[in-house]
């Protein structure tokens, strides 16, 4: 009912930038927070960076200063700009969203996720 589509990532060197965005489309009343998640190979997923429908925004204590988070309300999309990547930025990034759908249903959905390497 509620697709999450992501796309950006690659692959960058250390000190690059990349870029990422997640539209989210289906039966959409309303989205809530908005999200990014990583998982590094053997480790779990974690939170890179959250942002409410407010524009209110928390980050992960390793990418402050280096990852900003945004969204366009309208289209229902957010986006995640990596500045002065490192190698231990190297993950697989997921897009998370809080969607009440068009029956009044609430769950958290996710996106297939996009690989981020970056290279030393």
């Known amino acids: 009912q509620v697709q999450l589509v992501e796309s950006g990532g690659g692959s960058v060197q250390a000190g690059g930038s990349l870029g990422l965005s997640c539209a989210a489309s289906g039966r959409i009343f309303s989205i809530n927070d908005m999200g990014w998640y990583r998982q590094a190979p053997g480790k779990q997923r974690e939170l890179v960076a959250r942002?409410?429908?407010?524009?209110?925004?928390n980050y992960a204590d390793s990418v402050k200063g280096r990852f900003t988070i945004s969204r366009d309300n309208a289209k229902n999309t957010v986006y995640l700009q990596m500045n002065s990547l490192k190698p231990e930025d190297t993950a697989v990034y997921y897009c998370n969203a809080a969607v009440t759908t068009t029956v009044f249903a609430r769950s958290a959905y996710w996106g297939q996720g996009t690989q981020v390497t970056v290279s030393s």
């Open positions: 942002i409410t429908s407010g524009g209110r925004t």
